[in-house]
Nanobody, 113 residues
Framework: QVQLVESGGGLVQPGGSLRLSCTVSGTIFGIYMAWYRQAPGKQREFVARITTNSSTNYLDSVKGRFTISRDNVKGALYLQMDSLKPEDTAVYYC????????WGQGTQVTVSS
């Protein structure tokens, strides 16, 4: 059973930055990985994806502000979030793409002045 542990969230002012990390208990070699988020009262949504050769795709609303990256040796996934907006407030999760591992606890990101 793969375990996912997200970290790095917090409270940040609009325009600020955060870097999220995700550690995976198993290997991520050969696996597409992604970040997802769930805002209060909304369904979980896709945020960013990274393929095995590090090609990336993003939700339109985060393009140019967020950057997904991976470290296959460490079994880690990252999300650099810049120019944060209040609408980015959510619990952020990592998982395979498509997602079919059990979800971790996520990390809360709150963007507010």
């Amino acid at each position: 059973q793969v375990q996912l542990v997200e970290s790095g969230g917090g409270l940040v002012q609009p325009g600020g930055s955060l870097r999220l990390s995700c550690t995976v208990s198993g290997t991520i070699f050969g696996i597409y990985m992604a970040w997802y988020r769930q805002a209060p009262g909304k369904q979980r949504e896709f945020v960013a994806r990274i393929t095995t050769n590090s090609s990336t795709n993003y939700l339109d609303s985060v393009k140019g502000r967020f950057t997904i990256s991976r470290d296959n040796v460490k079994g880690a996934l990252y999300l650099q979030m810049d120019s944060l907006k209040p609408e980015d407030t959510a619990v952020y999760y990592c998982n395979k793409y498509p997602s079919n591992w059990s979800w971790g606890q996520g990390t809360q990101v709150t963007v507010s002045s």
